[in-house]
């Protein structure tokens, strides 16, 4: 199991169901705390077949959906650990509105596709040149502009395909 793609409070886990969508490619997993809203696929189906605006932006929310898997690809196949496990910080840091991520390297090592030794030896250089303090499970964000520096494109990358699509993430 490898993370494609992540949603947060900017997104949907499941629309492409409202869109005819006939079965589900994926598996989706929680991984923070949070509220979240739920909806019978029927209901958002018939406001979508109600509304264009509604329907143009499920569209265009998969297609951020389907550019970050394929950003994935490409990251995973080019980009070294270091620079994917920054870009991945701070996107859930974006995605969760926090500095602080509740964590496990193994949970971590998982979604990158990296060995866990891997991520602990990163995280520990990370921790060196004062980016996070990481300490049993709970990583605290410290310098984002450093993170940001050591990530690879593919974090603003992605960031461009969603205000190119939606326009600027929510405030
Ligand atoms: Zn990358």
Redesign the pocket.
Known sequence: MIEAAMVGRDGVVGAAASLDGKISLSRAIVQLAGDAMLCEVSTLKGAAMQSENLLSLLIRHEQTVYAQAQ??T???A??HGE??LC?WLLRARDLARSDTLLFTQEFLAEMLGLRRTSVSVVAHTLQQAGMIKYRRGKIEILNVEGLEES?????G?VNSHYRALLGPPPK
């Open positions: 950003q994935s490409a990251c995973m080019t980009h620079a994917r870009r990530a690879c494109e593919c974090y990358t």
